[in-house]
């Protein structure tokens, strides 16, 4: 199991990349670094075409919209297929690799059949001295820079953490960890709507991109399931299932408007002007709120019913995963669709 907020995406070969950004002085786009799923068949695959193009390219840009402010950060990864994980971290062009096994487990905060236990990656580096591989140049890097001797062990995080008290900042770890063998699908999505933990960062003051949960099965005749609200805050929206076949029907209520040359990213000097990016689910959101603002009981009748369907959808997939004969494609192709346009309908 999957849980992820900030950059979360898969592939048709099952390949799950979740993404958080570690905080830096000077560069750090990375979430254009998805091209290890377009091009990534395994977990493996994937971090191999991420660290080429780190190795090629580097890493960098604004990650906000707004010409008036920089924000600058580091990539952090985790990358799961059916099989193994790994968590990728990043500084500049160089990097470390954990192959996620044993009590580790798997997770973004995740958790699956591989193995027990919980891994997190946050805003901070998480790898410290288990490292399966790594940048070939990056141990004389750090030493170059007078961060590390060669006669001390070398510690990842340490060496390259800015803070001096480095410390595990997985906020979701511990609520994971407490529910140990007994993670589902509904544990995850309860754990990403924590709001008093911090894991859930309220929508009013911060936007993130939208949340999802993936259940990846060891058994290959199973399908892949994944969840998206499609919206920045998981305690106002529903964890609609997704699964990738061949013909799954396109859903332009969850994309944004495209502006095509007039788009200020592509005009120079880039992000001189800010744009109307939401998409139909987005607005729909909004309006609820104001809904809830102005009628509590209202909005308290609409949520329930909101989360009813959602655990609808949530037992569908269910059966999916336990029943013995072999999904027919055509039967979900139209899966997502229906559920977001279910959704849009009962938020109007």
Same mark, same amino acid.
């Given at each position: 199991m999957i849980l992820g907020n900030p950059g979360s995406l898969e592939n048709v070969y099952g390949v799950v990349w979740v993404d958080n950004l570690v905080e830096a002085a000077t560069v750090g786009k990375g979430l254009d670094l998805r091209l290890g799923l377009e091009r990534g068949a395994t977990a493996k695959d994937a971090l191999d075409v991420i660290v080429s193009l780190l190795e090629e390219y580097g890493q960098g840009g604004n990650y906000y919209e707004d010409?008036?402010?920089?924000?600058? *950060?580091? $990539?952090? %990864?985790? =990358?799961? #297929?059916?099989?193994?994980?790994?968590?990728?971290?990043? =500084?500049?062009? %160089?990097?470390?690799?954990?192959? =996620?096994?044993?009590?580790n487990s798997l997770n973004s905060l995740m958790h699956t059949g591989i193995s027990e236990g919980v891994k997190c990656i946050c805003s901070q580096l998480s790898i410290t001295t288990?490292? #399966?591989?790594?940048?070939?140049?990056?141990?004389? %890097?750090?030493?170059?820079?007078?961060?590390?001797?060669? #006669?001390?062990? *070398?510690?990842f995080a340490q060496v390259f953490s800015q803070a001096d008290n480095h410390s595990d900042c997985c906020l979701g770890k511990g609520s994971l960890e407490k529910q140990e063998g007994d993670i589902n699908v509904q544990t995850m999505i309860d754990v990403l709507r924590d709001k008093a933990s911090g894991v859930c960062v309220d929508s009013k003051s911060f936007l993130t991109t939208a949340s999802m949960v993936s259940a990846l099965p060891q058994n290959p005749n199973s399908p892949c399931i994944h969840y998206f609200t499609g919206t920045p805050d998981p305690t106002r929206s529903i964890f609609k299932? *997704? =699964? *990738?076949? #061949?013909?799954?029907?396109?859903?332009?209520?969850?994309?944004?408007?495209?502006?095509?040359s007039e788009d200020p990213v592509k005009k120079i000097p880039r992000f001189q002007e800010k744009l109307d990016r939401r998409h139909e689910l %987005?607005?729909?959101?909004?309006?609820?709120? $104001?809904?809830?603002?102005s009628d509590q009981e209202k909005g308290q009748k609409l949520r329930r019913t909101m989360l009813d369907l959602e655990k609808q959808g949530l037992e569908a997939m269910e059966n999916i995963l336990t029943s013995s004969e072999v999904l027919d494609p055509s039967e979900v192709e139209d899966l997502f669709y229906d559920c977001v346009d279910t959704e849009i309908k009962f938020l109007k």
């Open positions: 010409g008036s402010s920089c924000q600058a *950060f580091q $990539s952090g %990864y985790l =990358i799961v #297929d059916r099989k193994e994980a790994w968590v990728l971290e990043t =500084i500049g062009k %160089y990097w470390a690799a954990e192959k =996620i096994t044993g009590q288990k490292i #399966d591989a790594e940048h070939p140049e990056l141990r004389s %890097y750090a030493e170059n820079q007078g961060w590390w001797m060669l #006669d001390t062990e *070398f510690n299932p *997704f =699964i *990738f076949v #061949d013909d799954m029907k396109l859903v332009p209520k969850i994309q944004s408007p495209v502006f095509g %987005y607005r729909a959101h909004e309006w609820i709120q $104001s809904v809830i603002a």
